[in-house]
Structure formats: C-alpha cells, structure tokens
C-alpha cells in the first residue's frame, strides 16, 4: 500500500512550458485534491475530485486544469507555465466524499520552479 | 468566507519546554478542525482533529480543544523533542466533501 504517490519530485519549466504533475493513490479513496504551499500563506486548494468524472475548481483554479478518469489517479495540468506558479505542490485523498471528519492522506509534494 | 489565522513564526524552543501555538478561525458553518505537521521534506500529516465544541483532540502528546465560545483551537505539548521540529498548520473544513482551510503554518523549532 503505496498511499499516495506523486511524480515528479522536483521540475523545472520555463515561462509558456506545459506540463502535467501526477497523482495516485491506491486506497480507494473517492476524494482528491490538488494544493499549492507558498510561504506565508499555507495551502490553498486549487482542484478537487468527488469521484471518477467528478472535477471542481478551489480557491486558485487559473492556470490549472485536472480530469478524473480513474478513481486512482487525478493529474494536474499546467497550460502555461509562469514564474506565479513556483509552489511546492500537493496532492490529497480521503476515503469518503462526506470528508468532513475523515482524515486527508497528503502526497510528499512536487516542488516545482518556473524561469 | 472562512478562515484561520495561526500565530506567525519561527518558534524557538528547548527541548522539554512547553509549546503552545495559537489558532483561531472564523466559519460560517459549523466546522471540523485539524492539526496537520509538516516535517522536513515531507507531506502533510494528521495530527489530531475535533468535530464539535468541547471536543479534544490527542496524539503524540499534542492536545488542543475546540473552544467555539472563542472560536479557537490552541495546540499544546506539555514537553517538545528535538523531533517536534516542523512546521504546524491549523485547518478546518465546514463542506461536506472535506475542503480544507489552512492557516499559514508555524515553524517550529525545538534545539537540544
């Protein structure tokens, strides 16, 4: 039981690159979640998934697109790299869609830097 | 909309000193809170939740209470480790699918 995984660990894109970072988990879980960790400011969600075919924006969605063909995967999609997209990011799961009690099992973070 | 706001940091500590760290929000709902740690290179992880008034949370000899009279959920260890170095972030959802709200996160920083 891997958790969740997340790939890559570390990139590095120049302004107007596209790219995606990926998510999985393998626990079953039906809620994912896409955030980003800037200094000072914690995280803050940018996507989220209630199960397979179910996507909805968070709080910072511009710039960012994700699908959720699986219930085990959930990637993130960069359009258009900019230097306002240098983050650590992280990808999230729980085990219900009522999470609201429910513990969120977080990925170790994809740090990413845009020139 | 909602929010939570963590007392800034570093916070520098002996080992064996008491740690506090300061949290308050603001809901429109009727919120779950969380404790995640963060430790160096490392993703986020639960440390302790509370669902409703009164509740207190525990783990790892961390302690913090949902006190909605003050709309705070201080966390407290009563002795740090040099292995509590991390940083800390309060966080609440109110939504049924769980979104979470996080603070800003206090570094910590406990030396031998």
Redesign the interface.
Request: proline share 4%.
């Given at each position: 039981n891997a958790g969740?995984t997340q790939t890559p660990k570390f990139q590095v894109l120049k302004t107007g690159q596209s790219m995606t970072l990926q998510c999985a988990q393998d626990m079953n879980h039906e809620?994912m979640?896409w955030?980003r960790q800037d200094p000072?400011?914690?995280?803050?969600?940018i996507h989220?998934s209630?199960g397979a075919g179910i996507t909805d924006q968070?709080e910072v969605p511009n710039g960012y697109n994700v699908s959720r063909s699986t219930t085990e995967d959930f990637p993130l999609r960069l359009l258009s790299a900019a230097p306002s997209q240098t983050s650590v990011y992280?990808c999230?799961s729980?085990p219900d869609?009522?999470?609201?009690?429910?513990?969120?099992y977080?990925?170790?973070?994809t740090r990413l830097t845009v020139t | 909309g909602d929010s939570v706001t963590q007392m800034e940091g570093p916070v520098t500590l002996s080992e064996e000193a008491f740690l506090t760290i300061n949290c308050t929000y603001t809901a429109t709902g009727y919120p779950s809170l969380f404790w995640y740690v963060q430790y160096p290179g490392e993703g986020l992880q639960l440390l302790l939740k509370a669902t409703k008034a009164d509740d207190k949370g525990s783990n790892k000899g961390f302690e913090a209470t949902y006190r909605k009279e003050t709309t705070s959920f201080h966390l407290e260890k009563g002795s740090v480790q040099v292995s509590d170095s991390a940083v800390y972030f309060c966080a609440l959802t109110t939504d049924s699918w769980g979104k979470l709200q996080f603070g800003a996160g206090t570094q910590v920083v406990v030396t031998p």
């Open positions: 969740v809620y979640s955030y000072g400011m914690g995280l803050r969600l989220y209630v968070g992280f999230a729980s869609s009522q999470g609201a009690t429910y513990e969120q977080f990925g170790p973070g | -």
